[in-house]
Each structure stands twice: as structure tokens, then as C-alpha cells.
């Protein structure tokens, strides 16, 4: 087992930044890759980015591209996905989750066999 914790939602500013971290312990060997989602009120929940465990590799949805990075320290088995130039639209509940099968589809949420609790980030405009 794999147990997520998100931490660093609130409350911003359209056009600020604020940055999420998701502390990772358990099984931490068995993660392949780590990710966020987001799902916004009355709205299915979206991928949003993820980073491969090894290599660093990272992908981003659109929406996001440009504006958010995610990093990761594997020494203290934490991701962080900073957020900058934040819109309203960006507002909702922000997932981590890990996967721990390799040749998954990255952007599903299928693909991701643990989940945090979630955090909230609201933007205003």
C-alpha cells in the first residue's frame, strides 16, 4: 500500500501562484509515476500533469502547460506541482495519485492505483 498527503491549497489571486506538495510513504518502491488531477464542482475529474518516478520525465495537460511544473524528490518521496499565473478556471479540489504499473495510459485516472485526500485551491478573480 502507498499513502498519498496532499498539503498547500488555499486561496489566491487571479495571476498568483501557490504550490502543492503530496508526501508520499508505504510501499514508495512500487511507484512508477505520480500525478495530479483536479476535478472542479459538477465537472469530472481531469488530469492535470504527472512525473515518471525515475528519469523526470514530465507531461501536462494543456490547460496547464506553461504555467505549472511538477518535481519531485525521490530522496523524500514528495512531488510538488507549483502553480503560476492562476486563472478562476483553475479552481478545485487537486488530487496526487501514483501508479505503479509501467506502459500505463498517463492521463487516466484508471491508470493511477492511489489517491490522496485532496486539497482545495480557489482562485478569484
Known amino acids: 500500500q502507498v499513502q498519498l498527503v496532499e498539503s498547500g491549497g488555499g486561496l489566491v489571486q487571479a495571476g498568483g501562484s501557490l504550490r502543492l506538495s503530496c508526501a508520499a510513504s508505504?510501499?514508495?518502491?512500487?511507484?512508477?509515476?505520480m500525478g495530479w488531477f483536479r476535478q472542479a464542482p459538477g465537472k469530472e475529474r481531469e488530469f492535470v500533469g504527472t512525473?515518471?518516478?525515475?528519469?523526470?520525465?514530465?507531461y501536462y495537460a494543456d490547460s496547464v502547460k506553461g504555467r505549472f511544473t511538477i518535481t519531485r524528490d525521490n530522496a523524500k518521496n514528495t512531488m510538488v506541482l507549483q502553480m503560476s499565473s492562476l486563472k478562476p478556471e483553475d479552481t478545485a479540489v487537486y488530487y496526487c495519485?501514483?501508479?505503479?504499473?509501467?506502459?500505463?495510459?498517463?492521463?487516466?485516472?484508471?491508470?493511477?492505483?492511489?489517491w490522496g485526500q485532496g486539497t482545495q485551491v480557489t482562485v478569484s478573480s
Open positions: 495519485a501514483a501508479r505503479t504499473k509501467a506502459g500505463a495510459v498517463i492521463t487516466t485516472r484508471l491508470s493511477y492505483d492511489y
Open positions: 508505504g510501499r514508495t518502491l512500487s511507484i512508477y509515476g
Open positions: 512525473i515518471y518516478w525515475s528519469g523526470s520525465n514530465t
